[in-house]
């Protein structure tokens, strides 16, 4: 049994690079503090087409919505439509006016996301060392809100792991690390500077819509996998963000030693990497494979949602 004998993240990652601190003790943008007006600039000049791609997936899509295991997709609700006005208790608007209102009702983590930095834990701590018993209720602090106020602007570079792989998509559990995104960025001719928003083409998720819930049976995303070297890779590169077609950024259990979701401790919690998941690439990576432009302008504000775990988003890149 894995979870039995893998170890504790406060032991696996005790030596591990962290971040706390070097933007101050109330941080919560953490690695976003590399982006500023020079990386927005930076990135406003790699805009040569004007070519637009949104990355956000449909919520709602008839073909069904990726979530992690556990939680559900949003739903919406319409409230108001054009046979709401027939009936007698119908408002009635001067001059005649009708309008259609709808709900929804999702998980912040429900579609294309950003995660807030005090998403995860461990060990009682937050980013930036913050109390873990600040989320109760609500999270007080390191939520999404600092995030979303800020904006996220950036020189984006899209690594194609699947095309570079030769694959449709990457497999069940199937794992790379930076020497792989290294390798994957000189097959396309585009070379990694500091401070890039990374993303990462699987395709993973084209197993959802073509297998339905059997999708979910033995589930182990492909990714990223832990090792110490990638996580002081991601230091040393001051990576602010980090954005995946995947439910979860990376492989969802490491193959070495059972640990779940260990990068979303080693770089969100303690480096502040800031995480943007289950994106839809295909449109933006058949470009870049069509022109073999893989560095473009990427955008990016999540909703304001007070105290938020996360919230959805839709980026937009520029090319
Ligand atoms: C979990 O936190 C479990 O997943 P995600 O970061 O994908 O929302």
């Known amino acids: 049994d894995q979870t039995v004998t893998a170890p504790a993240l406060g032991d696996l990652l005790a030596e591990a690079p962290s971040n706390w601190g070097k933007w101050g003790p109330d941080d919560e943008v953490g690695s976003l503090n590399y982006l500023g007006p020079e990386q927005a600039v930076a990135a406003a000049a790699l805009v040569r087409s004007g070519k637009v791609f949104t990355l956000q997936r449909l919520i709602g899509d008839p073909k069904g919505d990726p979530v992690w295991p556990g939680r559900s997709p949003a739903v919406r609700t319409q409230i108001m439509d054009e046979a709401t006005w027939d009936g007698a208790e119908a408002p009635q608007f001067p001059g005649g006016l009708h309008y259609a209102d709808d709900k929804i009702d999702a998980f912040l983590q429900g579609s294309t996301q950003y995660d807030a930095l005090g998403h995860v834990w461990y060990d009682g701590k937050l980013w930036n060392g913050f109390d873990a018993r600040t989320t109760v209720g609500g999270m007080d602090v390191a939520s999404v809100e600092p995030i979303a106020q800020r904006g996220v602007v950036g020189r984006g570079v899209l690594l194609d792991m699947a095309r570079f792989r030769g694959k449709d998509h990457l497999d069940t559990a199937e794992t790379f690390d930076h020497t792989d995104l290294e390798a994957c960025a000189a097959a396309q001719g585009v070379q ?120 959805p988003v839709n980026p937009v890149v520029v090319k």
């Open 192 to 311: 990694l500077r500091p401070r890039d928003v990374l993303l990462i083409r699987t395709n993973y998720l084209q197993l959802f819509f073509e297998l339905g819930d059997a999708f979910y049976e033995g589930f182990c995303e492909p990714g990223l996998q832990y090792s110490p070297e990638l996580v002081q890779w991601f230091a040393d590169n001051e990576i602010p963000n980090l954005v995946t077609d995947t439910i979860a950024n990376e492989v969802t259990t490491d193959q070495n030693n059972g640990v779940a979701l260990t990068l979303h401790c080693a770089l969100m919690r303690n480096l502040g990497v800031v995480f943007t998941e289950i994106t839809d690439l295909e449109a933006l990576a058949a470009d870049c494979a069509a022109d073999g432009v893989y560095e473009f302008m990427y955008t990016a504000a999540p909703l304001k949602i007070a105290q938020g775990s996360g919230a």
